[in-house]
């Protein structure tokens, strides 16, 4: 688990409208280059600065942090070390019968297998928001095809979750993970970085989902999965009264619990909502290319339009009949 000095070149400064890349100045891991601790300042002239602690970078503008996120975090903090095991069993028995209940189930969805890359070719990135402890990285290394390397990051708000991770993943021996404390709303990452983003079991806690997800869309490239789970009782199965209760109890943070599919970035396409188990749906959505921009069209009598690349001009009105 680490990001080194070259991993720089990814990150942003969260603080908007900076946006300016950042540079470390502290301890690296003589052995593994891993940034150990110190500062991240951005480039730009207010020279926003963030800590690196336990080679993690605290990547966030805590000013903006408010509402519901404000209120979770600190429980999950709190409840970090047996986050996992709950989720495991308790949840699990929560949703019985329910035989459909695995994660494997959405990360079918993220379509790993086509991430194959060539020789010299780059690696592909993947991003999970709100990776918490780690436990979606295993089946990250399973769904990806055989050898093939990727790089791994993975944000949080939650330093206990972090913390959480950091413990389980270090000393990898394949694929390392880069972690980093991070706001959904305002992931400190340059546009279109990552293969593969997704988010679960965050997306009904965040003070703003529209943001949110359109912060996912801006750092996916155009055309990937974007793929955001998180709790509504299924609508299309039958639940016993005691499902009901208890799916109540699990979400009484949110009022109305479901597929936000309201806050999808407009123009966005393939989009679809199917359940993942009695308690959980899943988004999927991708962000199409921004359109070729064509030169507009000359006025009566001027020059001919500029051909596009390829040797096509630009369409333009047909001859009159």
Not at 21 to 28: I, N, Y
Request: aromatic share 6%; hydrophobic share 40%.
């Amino acid at each position: 688990m680490g990001i080194t000095n070259a991993d720089l070149a990814r990150l942003r400064c969260p603080i908007a409208p900076c946006d300016a890349q950042v540079d470390f100045a502290g301890s690296v891991g003589a052995k593994t280059g891993f940034l150990e601790s110190g500062v991240l300042t951005c480039r730009s002239g207010a020279h926003h600065a963030f800590g690196v602690r336990g080679g993690i970078p605290f990547l966030v503008s805590e000013a903006d942090v408010s509402g519901m996120d404000a209120i979770l975090r600190p429980i999950y903090d709190m409840i970090a070390p047996v986050h996992d095991a709950g989720v495991k069993y308790m949840l699990a028995a929560l949703q019985f019968p329910d035989p459909r209940a695995r994660r494997q189930n959405y990360i079918a969805k993220l379509e790993f297998g086509g991430l194959a890359r060539g020789p010299g070719e780059e690696k592909p990135r993947i991003l999970e928001v709100g990776i918490g402890a780690g436990a979606n990285v295993h089946l990250i290394d399973a769904a990806l095809p055989v050898s093939q390397d990727a790089e791994i990051w993975g944000v949080d708000l939650s330093s206990g979750m972090l913390d959480e991770a950091r413990r389980r993943l270090e000393g990898r021996p394949d694929r390392v993970v880069r972690l980093a404390l991070a706001d959904a709303h305002a992931l400190p990452f340059a546009d279109s970085t990552f293969d593969r983003v997704f988010s679960v079991g965050c997306a009904n806690g965040y003070r703003n989902p529209k943001q949110a997800l359109a912060e996912m869309a801006r750092v996916a490239k155009p055309g990937t999965p974007i793929v955001v789970v998180d709790e509504e009782l299924d609508p299309k199965r039958d639940h016993l009264p005691l499902h009901r209760v208890l799916f109540r109890a699990l979400t009484a943070y949110d009022a109305n619990p479901h597929a936000p599919l309201e806050a999808v970035p407009d123009g966005a396409t393939a989009c679809e909502v199917t359940p993942v188990s009695r308690f959980y749906y899943c988004l999927c959505f991708r962000m199409p290319a921004p359109p070729r921009e064509r030169p507009p069209l000359p006025a009566a009598g001027g020059t001919p339009p500029r051909a596009l690349p390829g040797g096509s001009a630009p369409a333009g009105p047909g001859p009159h009949a």
